[in-house]
């Protein structure tokens, strides 16, 4: 959590975050529009029938997307903000949807926040 910036909510800065999956391998990501796991995210939600969630630009969805697209199972994700949990479609919410099957995402943040997130099947 130490090498991650601080996030200042007042200045609307991104969050960013350290994927570290099941090798060992660790991945910076950051939230935003415009970049190709956001494209992939939005490609996911047409494939599946889904409404295009603004969610898509946020980092811990970004982070399910490339879990999907490079097959990791298992990973953690450190965040320099909370996941979302604004009413309705939240990242709470949607991140099961986006992980792979089966995958488990467990994610840390501040204040001491951890949870477990898992893909749900789509069968």
Known sequence: MRRLPKRNPDNNDPT????????GKRQSFVSGRGDYLEEKALDLCKEKGWQPFDRTRHTEIKVAVHMRLTGVERATLYLNNE??????ANCRILLPRF?????ELVVYGP?????????????
Do not use: Q
Not at 16 to 23: P, S
Not at 99 to 103: D, T, V, Y
């Open 16 to 23: 960013t975050g350290i994927l570290v999956d099941e090798t």
């Open 83 to 88: 996941p979302c949990d604004i009413p309705g």
């Open 99 to 103: 992980l792979p099957p089966g995958a």
């Open 111 to 123: 204040n001491g926040y951890r949870e477990t997130f898992k893909g749900k099947s789509e069968g």
